[in-house]
């Protein structure tokens, strides 16, 4: 009998690092790909806004309200890319049903719920 998730480890779908395969590369849509690289981007300002702030010697005040908001962003990035990713998984079993749509939707409720 065919695993149905044996799909999902051929070599094709495999990320590679330089010390081995690991867990499936999680596929994106392009519309989620292009949502999570603006996030990151964004972060990516917040960190150089944050890295500035100390090298001029900021109170401590602005700094954790800017280390508070790249936490805030960053916990957004997660939720989205895990969210998408219980999406993608859980539809792409053969055997998807209305069980696994509720599935997902509570575990998606969940993670958005923990990153919080």
Known sequence: M???LEGMWSKKNLAYTPWGYRLPAMPHAPEDK?????RVRRIQGQTEAL????EAGEDCGPVLVQLAAIRGAVNG???EILQSHI?????????ADDRHARLAQDMTTLVRTYLK
Not at 34 to 38: F, N, P, T, V
Not at 87 to 95: D, K, S
């Open 2 to 4: 065919v695993s149905p």
């Open 34 to 38: 292009r949502k999570a690289l603006l």
């Open 51 to 54: 890295a500035r702030a100390l």
């Open 77 to 79: 990035l997660m939720s």
């Open 87 to 95: 999406r993608e998984e859980l539809g792409a079993l053969p055997e």
